[in-house]
């Protein structure tokens, strides 16, 4: 089945740096990616929609500056969380579908759990 | 408005016993799927079905079952003869075709906790 596969699992960083999460699909190519963000027991919220070649598409209030996606290929996108602060530590879960089948349903990662000291 | 409404925030049960997951979900799209996802504590979250609007047909898998009703904007889940393993939080979610069914919709989630 298809398989999305998300690294690091786990990221402990100091405030003020930046984290690379990256996603990818590994045995299926994907020109959309999609970022969620979980906070502790809620649901997922859409952050943006990372599409090969060119800009993310961002949701409502979430700033773009902030959280850079970069889709440089078909199997791989990349959420950098830029200058990170305390409120930036989440649960962070990536997905993708299988350009290939019609309507098939999203595929997550693992997720990465971010947490910012 | 919320679009998908999982109105169970925890549920806990005795191992071997039935459980019923609600959803409503709300849309103007005649186009749509639904779908649950359970999340165990590890946090990946893991495809359990997906159903389109077209399709009314309860379908069941092994311990599980989906009730899906149009008429009540429903799409429910039963785990018969609950187990420990089935401990989760579970995820009901909806794509619509004005989406390119490419933006999920999830509800808040609904955690069960299964005695042994």
């Known amino acids: 089945g298809a398989v999305v596969s998300q690294h690091p699992s786990r990221v402990i960083c100091k405030s003020g740096t930046s984290v690379k999460i990256e996603c990818r699909s590994l045995d299926f190519q994907a020109t959309t990616m999609f970022w969620y963000r979980q906070f502790p027991k809620q649901s997922l919220m859409l952050m943006a929609t990372?599409?090969?070649?060119?800009?993310?598409?961002?949701e409502q209030g979430v700033e773009k500056d902030k959280f850079l996606i970069n889709h440089a290929s078909l199997t791989l996108s990349t959420l950098t969380v830029t200058s990170a602060h305390p409120e930036d530590s989440s649960f962070y879960i990536c997905?993708?579908?299988?350009?290939?089948?019609?309507?098939?349903?999203?595929?997550f990662g693992n997720g990465t759990r971010l947490t910012v000291t | 408005a919320q679009k998908v409404t999982q109105a169970q925030t925890e549920i806990s049960v005795v191992e071997k016993e039935d459980v019923t997951l609600d959803c409503v979900y709300e849309t103007r799209d005649t186009t749509y799927y639904l779908f649950w996802y359970k999340q165990p504590p590890s946090g990946e979250l893991v495809f359990l079905i997906r159903?389109?609007?077209?399709?009314?047909q309860n379908e069941i898998s092994g311990r599980y079952s989906w009730n899906f009703q149009k008429s009540t904007s429903s799409f429910n889940f039963t785990i018969t003869a609950s187990q420990v393993v089935d401990s989760a939080v579970y995820f009901c979610a909806l794509s619509e075709a004005k989406d390119n069914f490419n933006k999920f919709y999830f509800g808040s989630g609904t955690k069960l906790n299964v005695k042994p």
């Open positions: 159903r389109n609007s077209f399709d009314e």
């Open positions: 997905s993708a579908r299988d350009q290939k089948l019609q309507n098939s349903p999203l595929h």
């Open positions: 990372s599409n090969e070649g060119s800009k993310a598409t961002y």
